[in-house]
């Protein structure tokens, strides 16, 4: 026991101080993004609350948090994501984006009620009885959650773009490490805010609980930047990686961007009707449409982030990463078919429990 311990203390000593930085750095990113996660997962969860008394449906409320989320993270990651390679600084960009994200978070409640009461006030009598109503009612939800969802979604292609700058070699495992941190943290904050935070500081506290920790996330990536002079970040900045040796030959082969472009389409198409589904088979099961929804969320999230876990070392190795990438396809599909007994039996196992640990007088 005291040779292998003697073995990791001169193991420690030989590292190179590059290494220990390098080494602490993504270390403190990785915690900064299980921060960043968890903030994003409360907004949406907390959304679909305040949505719902907007629109008068817990369900269409979660449909359009959902969209809205997506929608506006993705098109924050095109917004950000071709021009990261250029910024001198991602780091700091992307601690400013988190600390507008809190911001917005902290006088979000006082914009909500402040539109809820001009909306039914003026607007909503106005176009009573015509369908121009729910439009208007699926406008307005939109519209006050679209702003941070397109800001949350810059967060991953400026932080990635910092990341790999302090180790530009093996970036599968560091794409893989920052995902599995972001989506980790997005687990862990859903079920806080569903289940924790709401009983204890309602609604607007709720809010402010995400904003500090947006707020935490920025002012740690800002302490870290500026504890190291920038010099990390400004490695390797304005290079963009075209191509990925191949692992048996060496040799540089293309990237059919287009292939990748509509496999994810239809990736991202298939999750989202399989987060519909759950949630309404969850309801169904559980007998509420709210927990339901932090549970999927939860659960799916967390899946994404083990599967991110699993594949960081495997990303750089494998020989045919397209191969990979059709096989994991095929068992989603499949594994998403083997659940549908497993769910019948369901409504079962959940009337045993009941009736087990049902009250007594």
């Known amino acids: 026991m005291l040779a292998h311990l003697q073995r990791l203390v001169d193991g420690f000593l030989r590292t190179s101080p590059n290494a220990l930085r390098f080494t602490a750095v993504i270390a403190l990113l990785a915690l900064v993004f299980v921060i960043s996660?968890?903030?994003g997962l409360i907004y949406e969860s907390i959304w679909s609350r305040y949505l719902s008394l907007l629109v008068g449906h817990s369900a269409y409320a979660q449909i359009i948090v959902l969209v809205i989320f997506l929608g506006g993270m993705s098109l924050g990651a095109l917004l950000v994501g071709q021009r990261s390679e250029r910024l001198r600084r991602p780091l700091l960009w992307y601690a400013g984006v988190?600390?507008?994200v809190g911001f917005i978070g902290l006088v979000f409640n006082h914009v909500y009620v402040d539109i809820s009461d001009a909306a039914y006030d003026t607007i909503f009598p106005a176009l009573a009885g015509g369908w121009s109503l729910v439009v208007v009612k699926w406008l307005i939800a939109a519209l006050l959650i679209l702003p941070q969802s397109i800001l949350l979604g810059t967060t991953f292609p400026l932080m990635s773009a910092g990341a790999t700058r302090v180790l530009r070699a093996r970036?599968?495992?560091v794409l893989g490490l920052l995902y599995f941190a972001n989506s980790f943290g997005a687990a862990?904050?859903?079920?806080?805010?569903g289940f924790v935070l709401l009983d204890r500081v309602g609604l607007p506290g709720t809010l402010v609980t995400a904003a500090i920790l947006n707020f935490t996330a920025a002012g740690a990536v800002a302490l870290g930047v500026w504890a190291g002079g920038g010099r990390l970040e400004r490695d390797g900045a304005g290079t963009v990686a075209t191509?990925?040796?191949?692992?048996?030959?060496?040799?540089v082969a293309p990237t059919p961007v287009t292939l990748l472009l509509v496999?994810?389409?239809g990736t991202a198409v298939a999750?989202?009707?399989y987060e519909i589904a759950w949630i309404r088979m969850l309801s169904l099961v559980l007998g509420s449409a709210t927990h339901s929804f932090e549970l999927m969320l939860s659960a799916f999230i967390l899946g994404l982030a083990l599967g991110a876990f699993w594949i960081r070392g495997r990303a750089d190795r494998a020989d045919n990463?397209?191969?990979?990438?059709?096989?994991v396809q095929w068992v989603m599909g499949t594994l998403a078919i083997a659940t549908l007994p497993l769910y019948i039996e369901s409504f079962a196992w959940v009337a045993n429990l009941l009736d087990t640990f049902k009250q007594s007088n």
């Open 37 to 39: 996660g968890a903030a």
């Open 98 to 100: 988190e600390a507008a």
């Open 171 to 173: 970036t599968g495992r």
């Open 188 to 193: 862990v904050g859903v079920l806080l805010a």
């Open 243 to 251: 191509a990925s040796p191949n692992a048996s030959t060496g040799a």
């Open 263 to 265: 496999v994810s389409f």
């Open 271 to 273: 999750s989202f009707i």
């Open 321 to 327: 990463p397209l191969a990979l990438l059709g096989a």
